[in-house]
């Protein structure tokens, strides 16, 4: 499995900005594709995923109301819609494939930077 992630850059706190990832090949028992990101000297955190087949959704509460995950199967893309950003979005954000919303793991994309400037 690939994962390709794009659409980060600079942005206006306020602003808004998409992130994309594409998928290449989905193993076997991974149900979920989510987005994380990381600062230097933090661990990687949570911040939204979606499973492929049914489309259900969830957010960590620090996203939660300001970003949308959403997919397009025919696309084979997850996409993060984040609104209202804030500099604490700052952040490399990577999209990985899981066998659940926040577990499981193993299959991750290069990361995409988003920076938020005040």
């Known amino acids: 499995v690939q994962l390709q992630a794009s659409g980060g850059g600079l942005v206006q706190a306020g602003g808004s900005l998409r992130l994309s990832c594409v998928v290449s090949?989905?193993?076997?028992?991974?149900?979920?594709i989510g987005w994380f990101r990381q600062t230097p000297g933090k661990e990687r955190e949570f911040v939204a995923a979606v499973r492929w087949t049914g489309g259900t959704t969830k957010y960590a509460d620090s996203v939660k109301g300001r970003c949308t995950i959403s997919r397009d199967v025919w696309k084979n893309t997850v996409y993060l819609q984040m609104n209202s950003v804030r500099p604490d979005d700052t952040a490399i954000y990577y999209c990985?494939?899981?066998?659940?919303?926040?577990?499981?793991?193993?299959?991750w994309g290069q990361g995409t930077l988003v920076t938020v400037s005040s």
């Open positions: 990985g494939a899981g066998r659940d919303y926040n577990e499981g793991y193993d299959y």
């Open positions: 090949g989905r193993p076997f028992g991974y149900y979920a």
